[in-house]
């Protein structure tokens, strides 16, 4: 049990998707300006990366495996994500219209998000078992949640602040962004190897 | 060659099959969307945004095609209230609410045609043939239909007086903060 | 007794020493007078006189109307000369509606009804002559004196607080009334008592004020009406303020005093009700402060509502040099004057002239987040957020920071060591909220009568319709009865 703990606390924060792997940075930069639509992003990709890790480890193991087609590997990937993300899109638009207006073009783009294709990669490569998978896949979008709801509490705060012309927009968002990716280093040893 | 083709091709009808039934189950009845705007916008049905009244302009803006800024009658109130719904982002410079306005006639050249009434989307006017017409200002929407119709330019929208009443303090404009953009 | 802890309040400079020993003078009759028909919080009264019509002091020139709202008088005998709009004591310089008077110097009252004993009127008797009087709270609060003296007695209100606090700089008209007229308040507050059926009666005055505390000790002595010593400090002067201060408890965010059983009316206010319950004599004057560095001769001066402000100062004998700037009422929370043309009104408690060392104009620098005014706020709120929230464009947020409970006491501005104007920021937020709920009130009833339209015309169009089927109808009935009875015709002849 320690060891899954463990595991959903080095993904979510040691190893965090957004500020050590760099992945993710999309909707990182572009739902974050507003704290309650970048926890509603952060729980849609969570939905998806967690069933979509599940749903490649299936794949890989009792499809691609078998018939001995792991070149395919990409393409079947992709084709699982686009239905889950399609999925996810009809469930917002139904119990949520003004959500699904808010994140727009961000929410299909959840497809290309590179956390969501990314970390069934890493698992593969890591040849984790099923429920590592599982626990990897949801620790991480936890921690992409995490960072995207702290970095929007920032930027709510900047749109406060009286920032120089020359810094004001982007310029000073992407240095709290790498302030806040320095931060998150002082987790490295909160985990031992 | 042939299991990669036929094991893609199941995978892709079943997920397929998936999302058709999910299509179904979560299909949208109407649009909810479009009703929360139809609430915001003002519904005097004016078309001075270019759309046949406050339905097809509700339409427009749930479906992304319209900015958030398009009602005029709506001020910087309805820009807002939109802006919030939809989570756009919007630059109130560019609405000229700076100037709120209502009808006015101009009682020395109103013949009394009665075309300003008649086509008044809230009632606004008052009148009858051959009588001078008036404008209650607290139902005027400022739509400028009367401005088009009327024959001899005696409608016109003029902007509100200011007056104790709706008078308020103006934004504190700081010197020292000037090099920030506000 | 023991006092209860406050919280903020800041101790600016209190100046008051320029006309404190100064005895009230009464300012000589000016000849023209000009008397707003709005000086209360509610609806403006209505004019009941036209131009040229001659009144008497203290005949109803506007009566009131709508359930907030409070008649004004004549302040003097003489003839009206206009009913129109008058430049307004208001920072903006806007005009409002005005009665304008010509003294004819004879100042002969209106016959009134006095009452020799004021103890046996009815509770309800009372405040109509309160209500019929024009009285409103004269601390500066301007709310009509009658409807909190009715709605206090409806929520049986068992303290009944007057409020001694004069905590503005240089303003000292209320402790000269205390100390020269005590008597007389203390009968207006035991009228007051008796109109609202409290059961305890405490007078808080500042401890700065030691002249007007023995004055009203002793003036109370062997009364219901119990004298309390208060710490100076500003606010203190606030209603919500010194009820903490002498019950300890606090009024709930959106509401009001009556909430907790507590009555607050001002010392001032209590005197016009003794004038008004007595000898039946409406609010005609009230005292006035005139101070500040410029002010050759400062004074307390009894002046009749309407008066403008230029004769005070050309009475206290004109400026010493060009002041830096006028203020209607106290410095922390009165209001800059464009021109000394305005007129007095009920709740002007101060005219102050002011130099440039007295308002020391420093530009602003950014925020550095000190919270100076989160420990000075006395409604204990976080200016410099609600500030910024605003500032960013953001009112919405600052109302959920608690704006709408913001007083605009001053506190926060004063102690801020950017000199960030954080009530002007308050001021500007509330007015843009105010307007946005103005525009929303009258598209919710735009729309309606849009709709209304849309339906009306859509019936006119189904009647239409449905007359012209009918028409139809009986024009063919006809024709099918005219070829019948030809057809009959033509069997018979047949």
Partial sequence: MSEYLLLLLSTALVNNVVLVKFLGLCPFMGISKKMDTALSMGLATTFVITFTT????????????????????????????AAVVQFTEMVIRKTAPALYQVLGIYLPLITTNCAVLGLPLLNVQEKSGFAVSLMVGFGSSVG?????????????????????????????????AGLLA???????????? | MIAALTSLTILGLVLGLILGVAARVFRVEGNKLVEEIMEILPGSQCGQCGFPGCAGAAQALAAGGAPVTLCPPGGRSVVLELAAKLGKEVNLAGVKDSVPKVAEVKEELCIGCTRCFKVCPTDAIMGAAQQIHSVFRDACTACGKCEEVCPTESVKLQPIPVTLHG???????????????? | MKLFKLRGGVHPESRKELAADRAIRVLPMPEYLYVPLLQHVGAPAQPNVNVGDKVLKGQLIGASQGVISAPVHAPTSGHIVAVGDYPAAHPSGLTAPTITIKADGEDRWLDTEAVSDPFVLSPD????RVAAAGIVGLGGATFPSAVKLNLSRKNNVHTLIINGGECEPYITCDDRLMR??????????????????????MVGIEDNKPAALAAMTLAAKNTEVKVIAVPAMYPMGWDKQMIKALTGREVPADGRTADIGVLVHNVATAFAVRDAVRFGRPLVSRLVTVSGGSVIEPANLEVPIGTLVENLF????????????????GPMMGIQLASAAVPIVKGSSGVLALTDSEIGNVQPSPCIRCSSCVRACPVGLLPLDMAAHIRAGDSSAAVTLGLKDCVACGCCSFVCPSHIPLVHYFNFAKGELMEQERVKLKQESTKKLAEMRNERIARIERERVEAAAKRKAAREARERAAKEAAAKVVTETA
């Fill in chain 3, 125 to 128: 008797q009372i405040s109509a």
């Fill in chain 3, 314 to 329: 050309q009475f206290c004998g004109g400026f010493r040099n060009k002041p830096a700037r006028m203020v209607l009422g």
């Fill in chain 1, 182 to 193: 320095l931060a998150f280093m002082g987790f490295a040893g909160l985990v031992p190897h």
């Fill in chain 1, 54 to 81: 599940a749903g490649a480890w299936l794949l890989e193991h009792w499809l691609l495996m078998p018939l001995g087609i792991q070149y395919l590997r990409i393409l079947t990937y992709i084709l699982a994500i």
């Fill in chain 3, 180 to 201: 020269e007229r005590a008597a007389e308040i203390v009968e207006g507050v035991r009228l007051i008592r008796y109109a609202v059926g409290a059961e305890v009666v």
């Fill in chain 1, 144 to 176: 992409f949640t995490l960072v995207l709801v702290l970095f929007a509490g920032l930027r709510e705060r900047i749109a406060l602040a009286t920032v120089s012309a020359t810094f004001a927009g982007a310029p000073i968002a992407f240095i709290t």
């Fill in chain 2, 167 to 182: 008078w308020y303090w103006h934004k504190p404009n700081l010197q020292v903060l000037r090099n920030i953009p506000a």
